[in-house]
């Protein structure tokens, strides 16, 4: 008999099904507040009181969900967002749909209205069942918790246990190799909370035999090897177990020496397609949100490379890793009938832009001898491409010279350094080079991340973007879930992100924090053009007569991000000019940081 006088079903479901995930390894919780959820939203609450979980509290749902996603891009574990029903649910579309496109493992909860509620005009009540569907590793309605639990070994709990261990392994993506987000729809009855139950913090294996549990356990960290139990996916739409596809195959597949090749590494790809190259011998065609973007065998300038007949038209096979999405060359590249592509499988949707792409598991290289002329081509055409962006030293034999026409000549000179405006160039080459292994770098889908592509040098740093879906929402969001996820354990470093205007008002919610959260080390700096100024490099703007253009494309503002940042609390400066730029970069961070950079259209 429960002898607990405030307990309540939903109460003990939320406790069964949040401490499985925290068993299962999840160590972050993303909560946005709500009625319905705040059974969820207690027990997540006690977890961070014990310390077993982070929990990072957002009042938008839709930057809650890219805060998840960013937390699940740097560590590869799915955080866990908890919201209400309604259009809560449905704010979490964006990253869901974010999180399926690159392949990043997230767990969706959110809370609803039991079944006979929906449908006959109950409050704050929409169809959440398979409101994600299309685009979940796995996805269910629950059903509604009956019953309390005086140990924690009751029927609703082991059912609820099995539940977070198939949702964690198709959020890894076990049995399908693609990572990706998981939805868990979560009805509750009133009473909607209770008293929270003393077994909460007690591991799953001692809950049958524990009696008179330490309220302040905190269960040991678990590996993160699961088998799911049954399918990998409950409902319509989706990845479906007819979907999924052949386990990996033993042994990669061999890629012979011979046809002149290249190596294409988009966002995701990481280090595995410099290592490939290098082994190969093959030019390495690497984007700058790629993670590969450094090694020997870098073509610098690679976009007008590829459109030279004696280059990019004698390529007669690319071999892709990664989501390339940053340039239209690599696009053609990849679209034409005439080359083999060969794409190695990555956490992403899967690459076939000429309709005749091969998808492979692994692969490896050949022996045989490499095509040294054809690597040597890349690479002297690479080393002209290639550019140095760096401010010019000081003249130190005209500054110390005894000659006053030399001295102040000298003096001119570093003035006139100092004093240059910056633009778009500068402002990328900047945060490149101040940003080294420790720390994060996290690419805006703006203007300057082309920018960056197209001129920055090589460099082994982490980064990351949001290139599944290349949208600019929850830039700003995803970062602070890198940066709260990376800097974890008191780790040193900080998180830039670079983004244009529109993509920091897109998600200046995302700026809001609140002041008991440990603060993130992140700098968020702003290329302020006052719109959207990459539509001035596509084909409308050969097309749009002038004030068109301005009303429903470039769409000027004149926001004070000044303003903005004391609203939120941050840190802000103002800089104009390379050096000014540099200095702010290489300050400490302590917390958070805006640096706006003025820039013309």
């Known amino acids: 008999m429960d002898l607990r006088s405030a307990a309540a079903p939903a109460t003990d479901a939320a406790a069964a099904l949040l401490c499985s995930l925290v068993e299962l390894g999840v160590r972050h919780i993303v909560l946005s507040p709500g009625s319905r959820s705040q059974a969820l939203a207690l027990v997540a609450a006690e977890l961070e009181r014990r310390g077993a979980v982070r929990l990072h509290v957002r009042i938008d749902e839709r930057v809650g969900g890219f805060t998840a996603l960013g937390i699940g891009r740097e560590t590869r574990m799915p955080a866990v967002v908890v919201c209400t029903s309604g259009t809560a649910s449905a704010n979490l579309l964006p990253a869901a749909l974010e999180a399926h496109h690159s392949g990043v493992p997230l767990v969706l909860l959110t809370a609803d209205r039991p079944p006979e509620l929906r449908g006959v005009g109950a409050n704050q009540t929409t169809r959440q069942p398979g ?6 590793r796995f996805d269910t309605d629950l059903p509604v918790p009956e019953a309390t639990d005086v140990d924690g070994s009751g029927e609703q ?20 190799r693609a990572p990706g987000p998981v939805h868990l729809n979560v009805p509750y009855r009133e009473p909607l909370a209770g008293e929270l139950p003393p077994w909460i913090g007690v591991p799953a294996t001692e809950l049958a035999t524990t009696t008179g549990p330490d309220p302040d356990a905190v269960p040991e960290p678990e590996g993160s090897e699961f088998e799911p139990s049954g399918a990998l996916y409950q409902g319509g739409g989706g990845i479906g177990e007819a979907d999924l596809p052949a386990e990996p195959d033993d042994d990669p597949y061999v890629v012979v020496r011979g046809p002149r090749t290249v190596v294409v590494a988009g966002a995701g790809a ?5 290592a490939l190259a290098h082994a190969g011998g093959w030019p390495l065609i690497a984007e700058v949100v790629s993670g590969s973007r450094y090694g020997r065998n870098l073509v610098h300038g690679y976009r007008a490379l590829l459109r030279r007949p004696e280059l990019g038209g004698r390529i007669e096979r690319a071999i892709v890793l990664g989501h390339p999405t940053l340039s239209r060359e690599t696009a053609a590249l990849l679209s034409d009938s005439e080359v083999e592509v060969l794409a190695v499988r990555g956490p992403g949707e899967p690459l076939n832009l000429n309709g005749a792409t091969v998808p492979l598991d692994t692969v490896a290289v050949a022996g045989g001898d490499v095509d040294r002329e054809w690597l040597a081509q890349w690479q002297r055409a690479s080393r002209d491409a290639s550019v140095d962006l760096t401010p010019p030293a000081p003249d130190a034999d005209g500054l110390a010279s005894a000659v006053p026409a030399e001295r102040l000549g000298a003096v001119a000179a570093e003035l006139e350094v100092l004093r240059a405006p910056i633009d778009r160039a ?8 101040a940003t080294w292994p420790h720390d994060r770098l996290v690419w805006g889908s703006s203007r300057l991340v082309r920018v960056a592509d197209a001129l920055v040098g090589g460099k082994k740093v982490p980064v990351h973007a949001n290139r599944g879906l290349a949208g600019i929402d929850g830039t700003i969001a995803t970062a602070i879930g890198v940066a709260v996820a990376s800097q974890d354990a008191e780790r040193a ?4 992100v670079v983004l244009g ?5 897109h998600d200046v919610g995302a700026l809001l924090l609140p002041p008991g959260e440990r603060e993130p080390r992140i700098q968020v700096i702003v290329g302020n053009d006052g719109g959207g100024t990459i539509f001035d490099d596509l084909e409308v703007s050969a097309v749009a007569a002038p004030d068109a253009m301005d009303r429903v494309l470039y769409t000027p503002q004149s926001v004070g991000i000044e303003a903005l940042a004391a609203a939120y609390g941050w840190d802000y400066v103002r800089v104009s000019t390379r050096s000014a730029l540099d200095q702010a970069l290489t300050s400490p961070v302590g917390g958070r940081q805006i640096i706006e950079v003025p820039l013309s259209r």
């Not at 500068?426 to 080079?433: G, K, Q, S, Y």
């Open 270 to 274: 990481g280090p595995d397609a410099e």
């Open 131 to 136: 409101m994600f569907a299309p685009s979940t």
């Open 493 to 496: 470093g900080v998180t830039r």
């Open 426 to 433: 500068n402002l990328v080459d900047a945060v490149w080079r």
């Open 157 to 176: 709990s082991a059912m609820l246990r099995d539940v977070a261990e198939q949702a964690v392994a198709a959020a890894l993506g076990v049995g399908t």
């Open 501 to 505: 205007d529109l993509a920091l008002l």
